[in-house]
């Protein structure tokens, strides 16, 4: 690392941030850490001002205009804008829950009076068909006793028929009539309660991917402490190990260009001198 210069290695960063998927802000901090010369080179402001204008494009810089006098740098405009805009995704986020949460309440409730109305139609089903149940018997007596019972008992049978304020044909029509209702009634709440139900379900899914996590899940489910911490270990050695990676390439890369110009200029040099 110590055979290139600082202008070579600049150059090397300037290219690996302006090629995209090579290097961002999280390669150039993990190459801070590594050793005290990359860490002067990663915080040179030409680097952070094109991450800024790569990652933040539709931002203006006024409030970096405004600090500018106090010696403040692009890696400091960078953090702002990266945690305003994190802060941003998080409230879009978070209202984003709220909406789906205010709709399986809403759904939840639809199901609850969908399952009372119900109830309430079973039960008056329910009742309906016990006093039809009633009046056929009734209507059944009536004609076993037409024609079974004396004549006086008969008179005293069309004495009580003749009391009554509804004949029993047409309460026992009006009944059927509203038996079929009754199940029609119940059959239309059961297909709008499943309706409801997988739109419930459907809200649930959205909740669940939108709210997933898959560190936060995994550290749930893990077993202690100490496995979080050798898992949290291993995902920092691995972007060290694509910074550190990303880096040898361009400085493969490089050293190559590097030697062809030394050897191009020493073979010039042969040439003048003869």
Known sequence: MSVLPDELWRRILEIGIQTSNLLNYKD??????TCRRLCRLSNEDPLWSALVSSDFPQSKDSSFSSSSSSNSSFK?????????????????????VFRIESQIAEHSRKLQEIHHQTAEE????????AELSSLIKVRQASVALN???PEVVRGKQKQVVEQCVVPVESRTNALEMELRLCKQQI??????YRDEKRRLDAAKEQLASIEYHPLRDFNLTSSGVDECGI????????INCKALISLFVLYRKFSLVFRLKIRSILSFWATSTL
């Open 28 to 33: 150039l901090c993990c190459l801070s850490i």
């Open 76 to 96: 400091t405009l960078y953090k702002i804008k990266f945690d305003r805009d994190r802060a941003r995704k998080l409230a879009a986020h978070r209202r984003a």
């Open 122 to 129: 079973r039960e008056k089903l329910k009742a309906t068909a």
């Open 147 to 149: 024609v079974w019972q």
């Open 187 to 192: 059959a239309g709440f059961d297909k709008t």
């Open 231 to 238: 898992k949290r270990k291993k995902l920092k050695k691995c």
